[in-house]
Structures are given as C-alpha cells and as structure tokens.
Nanobody, 119 residues
Framework: QVQVVESGGGLVQAGGSLRLSCTASGTIFSINYIGWSRQAPGKQRELVAT??????NYADSVKGRFTISRDNTKNTVYLQMNSLTPEDTAVYYC??????????????WGQGTQVTVSS
C-alpha cells in the first residue's frame, strides 16, 4: 500500500503565496508520476501541475505562477503557488503513480488540503 498525504494548505490573501507538500509513504519501488489537481465548489476537478521524472507540465490557469518540484530523498513533491487569486481557492489533491514492487503498479490519492484565497 502506498499512502499519499498533502499538507500546507491554508488561508492567504490575494497576491500571497503558499507551498503545498505531497508525501508518499509505504512500500514504494518507484514514483513515476505525481500530479496536483484542484476542485472548487461546484466545479469539476482540474489538473494543475504534473511532474514525471524531470518533466513538468502546468495548466494554463497557473502557468508562470505555480512551480512543481520534487525531493526524491523524501518521496515528496512540492507545489509552490505564487500570486494567488481568489480563483485559486479549492481543495488541492495530490496523486502519485508508480510501482510498489517491480511490475506492480499503484495510483494513490491523498485526502486533499484546502486552499482559500481572500480578496
């Protein structure tokens, strides 16, 4: 079993910054992909950033403001969020995919962390 836990959410004023963390634990052979998604009330879940190896991708809505990075020694991925706006308010979810044993894949999701940006 691979568990994923997000942290770092909170309340911030518009224009401020937050850094979210996503840590995977358990039996892990590899972490090949980590993605950050968000879901605001009444809206569909939106994929905002992904990291695969050293390759990163961002949704247009966050490009230039959010940065995803990873610390392989800690099985942790970070989402640095700058220049936040009220439109960034959402529950942010992390999911990690890889293998817990060679040839045995996993795809695990965290419980989410709330980010609220006040105007």
């Amino acid at each position: 079993q691979v568990q994923v836990v997000e942290s770092g959410g909170g309340l911030v004023q518009a224009g401020g910054s937050l850094r979210l963390s996503c840590t995977a634990s358990g039996t892990i052979f590899s972490i090949n992909y980590i993605g950050w998604s968000r879901q605001a009330p009444g809206k569909q879940r939106e994929l905002v950033a992904t990291i695969t190896g050293r390759s990163t991708n961002y949704a247009d809505s966050v490009k230039g403001r959010f940065t995803i990075s990873r610390d392989n020694t800690k099985n942790t991925v970070y989402l640095q969020m700058n220049s936040l706006t009220p439109e960034d308010t959402a529950v942010y979810y992390c999911n990690a995919a890889g293998e817990y044993q060679l040839g045995r894949p996993y795809n695990s999701w965290g419980q989410g962390t709330q980010v609220t940006v006040s105007s």
